[in-house]
């Protein structure tokens, strides 16, 4: 599996700040990402940061889905295999960690490959399928139908972690600063 390389990731987190400055509001950024071959996406706004895997501190008594803390500038990061989280077959242990802002908790998740900042016309994103929402997948934002016939999985930061996951992870975080 073909790794990030940090001059990737420092361009990438330079057009982050950029993207946001420049948006069109008919087109949705985000950025593309795999998860056991399968094409995800965040939308740029919600991305603090993106990094390189770096050494994680395992935690007892967390879910399954949490790799651990990881520290970078002098704060710590849980980090949150959407592999292990989703249910799939991908690494999920290598690859690079997108950090996002959820419920003021800043949380890494580990994805395979950072594919880029891409941009997908707002017309050609439908709703989740209803069958989704019933069976209680809630961290699906929509589907991104893309011109080579692909689609892409939009996901929702703020319901990746459930109300009861994040006051784990937040005293955890509280025992480790």
């Known amino acids: 599996m073909k790794r990030n390389n940090n001059n990737d990731i420092e361009k990438i987190n330079e057009l982050l700040v950029e993207t946001e400055e420049t948006q069109d509001k008919n087109e949705f950024k985000y950025i593309s990402f795999s998860i056991d071959e399968e094409k995800y996406g965040i939308e740029v706004e919600r991305i603090l940061k993106i990094v390189q895997k770096q050494d994680i501190t395992k935690i007892p008594d967390l879910p399954t889905f949490v790799m651990g803390i990881m520290q970078m500038q002098n704060r710590v990061i ?100």
């Open 78 to 177: 849980p980090i949150v295999s959407l592999t292990d989280r989703f249910g799939l077959e991908g690494n999920g242990t290598e690859g690079s960690v997108i950090i996002v802002s959820i419920q003021g908790q800043e949380i890494g998740l580990m994805v395979d490959k950072i594919e880029g900042i891409k941009g997908i016309n707002r017309e050609n994103i439908v709703d989740v399928p209803k069958i989704f929402i019933k069976r209680g997948i809630s961290y699906f934002a929509g589907i991104g139908i893309l011109e080579d016939s692909n689609i892409v999985t939009f996901l929702d930061t703020d319901k990746i972690l459930k109300e009861e996951e994040i006051k784990q992870i937040e005293n955890i975080k509280q025992e480790n600063n």
